[in-house]
């Protein structure tokens, strides 16, 4: 038995978010004095090339497991190929009023509305500025909550232009289901105004700073055939790098039953996980190789994280999973490659 399948009973009497800051506060304290490739070895793999970068191993940390980028160093230890912080916003914000986040272990699933809750970007960008990690960092942005939908690309700018020369590359989270109307920037003529001003910039960035940046869409399991086909076309259309499929799913149909069901916010976890295959699935079909695809959703161990790669992506990301089955999933997931 694995230090985490001990731990978990304990965590889980937690708080969940109580729980969230002990585990990432613990982890950061491993790390420190250097305990933690003695508990969690990381196995070599052979390196993932897309976008233009380099990842060590196909399986990296989801956005939302550290906000503020407070813990990179001690995440990266975990032996991720790459590690993605945010959802940032231009200014702090608190988030939504708890209880926000909520476990349902009988289905390994989780419901958070957390609401972007974040220290806002500036205070990121000095949390990378002094870690020490050098490999893959995406840095997730999205909009503040008061910040109007017709006025969401403003926001986007502002998050791509500050974190341009700190991250490998940038993801626009316009999926989440916790900010008002957010999802409606993945409709019509809406992602197309933001796509295309968000490009752009990263070409004026690209000359400003004498790098490319890339751009990667995160995008909701929420999506019918002819959505994810539209936002597929826009991909190619305005040249961007890649796609993240997918965000939580604000779908109830796999825990209908379950007393937490009606609790508002994005389930993730397993009950997420043949949606967002689904997604990645149609994405590949309609993009035929000239985008890579980044899986999230549902990997709760190395044969989803197979079923993911199976079905077109490049690479995978975990979040939910960790809370379930502790890091050891990382190695367990990298040794099956």
């Known amino acids: 038995m694995n230090l985490y399948a001990l731990l978990r009973p304990l965590l889980f009497s937690l708080d969940p978010e109580t729980a969230h800051d002990v585990t990432l506060k613990a982890l950061k304290a491993g790390y420190a004095s250097r305990l933690t490739p003695l ?3 990381v196995t070599a793999c052979e390196a993932v090339n897309i976008m233009g970068l380099s990842f060590k191993n196909p399986v990296g940390l989801a956005a939302g497991l550290d906000k503020n980028g407070d ?9 991720f190929g790459f590690i ?31 609401g972007f809750n974040n220290l806002g970007i500036d205070h990121l960008l000095e949390q990378v500025k002094h870690c020490k990690y050098n490999s893959i960092l995406g840095i997730n942005i999205g909009k503040n909550a008061d910040t109007p939908i017709e006025n969401a690309t403003d926001d986007y700018l502002i998050g791509l232009r500050k974190a341009y020369a700190a991250a490998s590359y940038v993801t626009l989270n316009i999926s989440s289901p916790n900010t008002k109307n957010l999802r409606q920037l993945q409709q019509g003529d809406e992602i197309k105004k933001l796509i295309s001003a968000l490009k752009e910039e990263q070409l004026k960035l690209q000359q400003e700073h004498g790098k490319y940046v890339p751009l990667v869409l995160k995008i909701a399991p929420d999506l019918n055939h002819a959505e994810i086909n539209h936002i597929a076309e826009l991909l190619v259309e305005f040249a961007i790098d890649g796609v993240i499929a997918t965000n939580t799913t604000i779908a109830r149909t796999a825990i209908s039953t379950h007393p937490l069901a009606n609790e508002t916010g994005g389930l993730s976890g397993a009950p997420v996980k043949d949606q967002a295959t689904f997604v990645v699935q149609e ?17 709760l161990n190395a044969a989803d994280a197979q079923e993911k790669l199976h ?4 690479l995978v990301q975990v979040y939910s999973g960790l809370i379930y089955r502790g890091p050891q999933l990382i190695n367990d997931i990298v040794n099956s490659l």
């Open 71 to 79: 813990y990179i160093d001690a995440l990266a230890a975990l032996g």
């Open 283 to 299: 994405l590949a079909k309609h993009l035929n190789g000239r985008i890579p695809i980044i899986a999230a959703g549902g990997i």
């Open 84 to 114: 993605e912080i945010g959802t940032v916003t231009p200014r702090p914000q608190p988030g939504n009023p708890k209880p926000r986040l909520f476990r349902l272990p009988e289905h390994e699933a989780i419901i958070n509305r957390m």
């Open 311 to 314: 079905a077109g992506a490049s």
């Open 39 to 41: 508990l969690y070895p």
